[in-house]
């Protein structure tokens, strides 16, 4: 496809298509970037840093909460989680959303929290690029070497989140496999590899206790035991 092809197609002229290949976007508005990149079947990610990490994931008060709400569950499984961890290794940045560990246990769990699965491709390749860095960052920062890696994808619990995870099962499936069941029982007790989809509901961390606990009831009062 040529530069005019490319701009009648999205209703922009050649030079602006000039600009976008030259690499010259603060030219252009971002939704012409978005549209030119629609066209190729690309995705355009924007990320803001600053000394303290990524700062758009400061202003989307959703994505902070689903965050607060999957630290609060780690927290309650035991682990030592810590957020918006950034990196710079080899000329790779980004940051973190969650990192959970266990040091006793040499484990290390990567989290990912996504409020919208925009681009399949981009978020498990930022992903695996997290997993890879992760014993690094763990190592340096704090002292000790994992041995076990983990790595799971949060998204909320909705429709419009299963409706994308299930349009794109083929890739998905392959790999982060394992979900419910199977994460929780690795949450409690971390054998083997991890790579999982959670779909998290996303409430406060008093929310989910409260649930806990009245599941809990429930079931002494259907079965006539106790938890202990």
Known sequence: MTQRQLGEACGV???????????HIERMSVRAVRGALSRLDA???????????????????????????????????????????????????????????????????IVEVKTELVSIEATLRKLDEKVRLG????????????ALVGRVLVLPEESTARRRV?????????ALPQRGRSLISWLRSPVGPLAAIWFASPTTGR?????????????????????A
């Open 135 to 146: 014993p690094t960052i763990v190592r340096d920062r704090f002292g000790w070497q994992p």
């Open 43 to 109: 995705d355009l990610s924007l990320q803001v840093f600053w000394r303290h990490g990524v700062v758009d994931l400061l202003l989307d008060e959703r994505q902070a909460g689903l965050v607060r709400v999957t630290a609060n569950i780690l927290r309650g499984h035991g682990w030592d989680v810590v957020p918006e961890i950034s990196y710079s290794e080899y000329g790779e940045r980004g940051s973190i959303d969650l990192a959970a560990l266990q040091a006793a246990r040499r484990v290390l769990l």
């Open 13 to 23: 002229s050649q030079g602006t298509i000039s600009n976008l290949e030259g690499g």
């Open 166 to 174: 299930a349009r794109h099962s083929a890739v998905l499936d392959q």
């Open 207 to 227: 929310d989910h206790k409260r649930r806990v606990v009245t599941r809990s009831v429930m079931r002494r009062g259907e079965t006539g035991q106790s938890d």
